[in-house]
């Protein structure tokens, strides 16, 4: 089931409601990191590590891939995000 091309194996999990950062690094080339959805892009660079904050205002899954020209297989790097509420995601975190 999913999306052809976009469907992960396992996506970032982040509750609803709850101001979060993202910390973004990549460890070969230059990637970006972009949920069009919620409105981020971010650069991952190797040996740099970049962040954004997000706060997700419902449940849900959001679909990107990385925007960047990187290389072999570019149109293969999905990136998949869950919006939780946030007792099932504290009741994940401590499981």
Avoid at 48 to 75: A, D, F, K, P, T
Wanted: glycine residues 10%; contains cysteine.
């Amino acid at each position: 089931g999913g999306y052809r091309l976009l469907e992960v194996d396992n996506r970032c999990v982040l509750p609803y409601g709850v101001d979060s950062r993202i910390l973004v690094s990549s460890a070969d080339v230059i990637h970006a990191w972009a949920l069009p959805s919620i409105g981020v892009k971010v650069d991952a660079v190797p040996g740099r590590i970049n962040q954004l904050g997000v706060h997700l205002m419902s449940s849900g899954v959001m679909y990107g891939q990385c925007s960047e020209i990187c290389g072999v297989n570019h149109s293969f790097m999905p990136i998949g995000l869950e919006s939780v509420s946030p007792s099932v995601f504290y009741r994940w975190l401590v499981s």
